[in-house]
Structures are given as C-alpha cells and as structure tokens.
C-alpha cells in the first residue's frame, strides 16, 4: 500500500528571470506522513508548495499524485487540486462570504452537491476546525487565528488526500499561532498527510515525521525530527534564519 | 429711523406683482395641463425606455469586456481594449450620426430608435467596462489562487469569487454611469427620437414657452436622478459586506 507514494515529487526547477528558486529538489510523501520544509526565507519553500499543486508552473520536473504525472495534465488539473489542500499564510478567504459559504462554494460549483448536502458538510468542517459558532461571520469580522481555522475547513472539505500548509502560522500572533498549530495537530493525529512550510522551528520537531532543510533553492539534508536541529548543517543554516526561537 | 419706519410699504405694487403673476401662472394651467405635460409624459415614456434598454445590455457588455481585459487570452484582451478605445473615444454625438444618418448608406438602416439604442449601448459599456476593470484588478490575487486550488477553474474562480467582489467596488462608478446615461439619452433627440427633451423642444418652439418647457424638462431630469440615486444607496446597502464594500454590512444570519 504504502509503495506507491501519496505524491512524489521529481527533479522540480523554477526559475524568475536569473533567479533559480527551485534548483531540481526530489522528494517523496508515503500516506500519513508529515513532511516539514524549514529554511531561511527566500530559499523556494513557498514555491515549492505552489509548483506541486501547479498554482506556479515548474520549468522542469514532474509531479506524480498517486502515481500520475500531474505537471502536463491540462485541465485534469483541477480535480488533482482538488485532491490537494492548500492553506495559505495569508487565509485567502473569499471576502464576500460567510464563513460556512467559503467552505461550501467549491463543494457546490466544483464537486457539483445539492445545496442541503453541501450545506451540512460545511458545517461538519467548521465544527472540526471548532468554528461552528462563526459560520455565518464574514471573514473581515474573523480573528486572523480564526480566519486560518476556516481557510483549513475550506480545504478539507474537499477530502484531499494531502495538505499543503504554506506558513499557515506566519501571519499570527503567538496565542492565534497555537490555535492553529492546535487544529493542524488534531488532523495529523487522524492520519491526514501533510506537506508543511514553516519557520517554527519547535513545531517542526514535534509535527514532523522527517523535517526537509531547504537552502537557496535545494533540500541540503533532511530526517528525522530527532537529528535535524543538530545536525551541523542546520547549526550553520540556523545563523541566517535568525527567529527561530518558538514562542 | 423714525422716518424710515414710518415710511409706508408700497402693499399695492408687491400685492398687485403677485396678483400679476398668479393670474398669468393661471392663465397658463391650460397649457401646462393640456399640452406640456401630456407632451412631457409621452417624452418621460421614451427616455424610461431607452435608459432601462440601455442599462443591462451595457452592464453586462461592459461586464464581458472588463473581464476580457483583465482576464482574457492576449488577442481578446486586445480587443477588448481596441473596443474601449474606439466607443469611449467617439463622441455619442458622432456615434449617433454614424448609426442613423451613416450606416443606411452601407445599406444598414435602424431607425431612430434602434440607432439611440445601439449607441447608447456601445458607449454606456465602454464606460463601464473601465469601472468594472478597475474592480476586478482591485481583487487581491490571492482570493483566485485560492479559487484554483480547490479545483475551480479560472472561470468559475472569476466568477464566483472575483467578479462579485469587483462588483460591490465598481457599484458607485457604475451607478454614476446610469446617471449619466438617463442624462445624455437627451442626445437621442438628434436621431428623431422624441424622448424628454425632444419633446419639450417641440413645445417650447410651437408655443414660444422655452423658459416653462425646460424648467418642467429639467425638473423631470432632477426627479428622475434622485429616484436613481436613492435606489443605488439602497443596492449598496443592500450588497454592503464587512471588509468588501465600504458602507457597513450587518452580520446576515443566511440560509
């Protein structure tokens, strides 16, 4: 079962002009697994979120969702995003609607539910995320925690097999970065696989099943949570992240 | 002082302007009665009828080529602009006098009311699709990268996320077009439309009345704003949505 990864990603490049961002990086996520790219800012993480879902084109590499090369699928890619979850670090919440109408807008346009349906698998999402009691506040009346916890139900709602968390925690304050944290733990516990970006250092040990350490664009070591943070790699790499230090 | 509170008021020249006035405005009810306002009406008629012809077809035309420009293909996106360019930049003077008195001659003929239509259609888009624009590119990026990443396509994203945010933010642009619009559809005039103004001008030039007749023209123009006008405060009261559109939105419970 676990032979064929959930996503497998390939000798991915991407470049802005001269800038190489993304210098052929490989890696691997089996079902279940939580996979956390730490690193200096600048260093291709974000992009390398958005070059697996295809919200940014690779120049070069493949993509295999469940097996299938996903990178020149053409329109099947919108039922691959689907299958990828994605939060981003600054909620991306659709301003115009209710909390439980951004769960519910992709159930009904794009996975086709009657309204009723749809209607009640929002709010399933949003008590999972323990957002129930805001379902009809709209984004612009939401903490910055909160707003995060229903960018999560969005996602979720779609069933994807994998979650992307691009910074998810970077945009909060501390007691909003736990909440969050909070709600990514309890989905982690069920078995949701996860892809996470961060630069919470102390998160990322104990989140992690295997911490990547991405540095100008290429993984420079990667492993358990239990080596990395001494590894001398990151020791060196640690310098230049500056605000590593958690809360 | 005492000579001056003394003086006595001339009663009988102010009462007899007054007693002059009335009894000309008296004389005149016929005519307003009879003639003006009935001319008036009809006009009222005509100019309710193109502006409310007008203004869905020119929403929703302006709709199509502000999503073009912003979101198009390159070749539809430069026809869209190509189309701004040219109906933005034409006098609805010149526009009209090509519909009605040009085209009949490449064997395209309209008609009056038809040739005001069109033209004011193609101008009223025009106007619009630059309000419209400025809304959609308004819209933080972020809010269709979210779109796609849950497996909508670039149309549905524009769709349901972009083009109902950009709406709420061009509201005031695209009402203050209506406006204009109930306001130069007067231009119809010049292709025989007898619409408000036309038809105050037959009147005023038969019955030697311009002062009446435009005064009443001008205040049916007033009338008509204001209607207008309150009925866009209560659209954007209506459509307000906290952090969306700048009048405060309540906290809806939906269902």
Excluded at chain 1, 47 to 74: A, K, M
Excluded at chain 2, 169 to 194: C, D, M, Q, T
């Amino acid at each position: 079962m676990s032979d064929v990864p959930i996503l497998k990603v390939e000798n991915l490049c991407k470049s802005y002009g001269d800038l190489e961002v993304l210098k052929s990086v490989s890696f691997e996520v089996h079902k279940g697994e939580k996979k956390v790219f730490v690193g200096p800012s600048g260093t291709g993480k974000s992009t390398l979120l958005r070059c697996i879902n295809q919200l940014t084109l690779p120049d070069s590499g493949f993509v295999y969702l469940n097996g299938e090369e996903i990178v020149h699928s053409g329109k099947k890619i919108n039922a691959y995003r689907q299958k990828m979850g994605m939060v981003f670090q600054n909620f991306n919440l659709f301003d115009h609607l209710t909390a439980v109408r951004n769960v519910e807008l992709a159930l009904l346009k794009v996975k086709k539910m009657d309204k009723k349906s749809a209607r009640e698998k929002a709010m399933y999402e949003l008590e999972q995320v323990g957002m129930a009691d805001r379902a009809y506040f709209y984004p612009a009346q939401l903490s910055g925690g909160q707003a995060q916890r229903v960018s999560i139900a969005r996602a979720l709602a779609m069933d994807p097999e994998v979650m992307l968390f691009d910074e998810s925690t970077s945009a909060l304050d501390p007691e909003l970065k736990r909440e969050v944290m909070e709600v990514m733990r309890t989905l982690a516990a069920q078995g949701m696989t996860c892809i996470v970006v961060t630069h919470e250092m102390k998160f990322a040990t104990s989140f992690a099943t295997e911490i990547y350490l991405m540095e100008k664009g290429e993984i420079v070591e990667h492993g358990p949570p239990s080596e990395i943070p001494t590894s001398p790699n990151f020791v060196k790499t640690r310098a230049f992240m500056g605000s590593y230090a958690d809360e | 002082m005492d000579n001056l509170t003394n003086t006595p008021v001339p009663l009988d020249g102010l009462s007899g302007f007054f007693q002059g006035a009335l009894d000309s405005f008296i004389s005149q009810i016929p005519f307003w009665q009879d003639i003006l306002l009935p001319a008036l009406w009809n006009g009222l008629l005509v100019t309710m009828q193109l502006v409310i012809m007008t203004a869905p077809f020119g929403f929703l035309l302006g709709l199509l080529v502000a999503v073009s420009r912003v979101y198009g293909p390159k070749p539809v996106k430069w026809l869209a602009q190509l189309y701004v360019i040219f109906f933005r930049g034409c006098p609805l003077l010149v526009l009209l006098f090509i519909l009605y008195f040009g085209l009949p001659s490449i064997g395209i003929v309209l008609g009056s009311f038809m040739s005001a239509l069109v033209g004011f259609i193609l101008c009223n888009s025009a106007y619009n699709s630059e309000y419209l624009r400025g809304g959609l590119q308004s819209i933080k990026r972020g809010q269709l990268l979210a779109a796609r990443s849950l497996g909508m396509t670039k149309a549905q994203g524009v769709l349901y996320v972009v083009v109902p945010q950009a709406l709420r933010r061009a509201l005031p642009g695209v009402s203050n077009e209506f406006i204009y619009l109930i306001k130069y559809s007067s231009l119809a005039y010049v292709v025989a439309v007898i619409e408000l103004t036309g038809a105050a001008k037959i009147i005023a030039s038969k019955y030697f009345m311009f002062f009446e007749a435009f005064a009443a023209v001008g205040v049916f123009y007033l009338v008509l704003v204001t209607i207008t006008t309150l009925g866009v405060h209560w659209l954007e009261k209506k459509y307000a949505i906290p952090g969306v559109s700048g009048v405060d939105g309540k906290v809806t419970k939906e269902h």
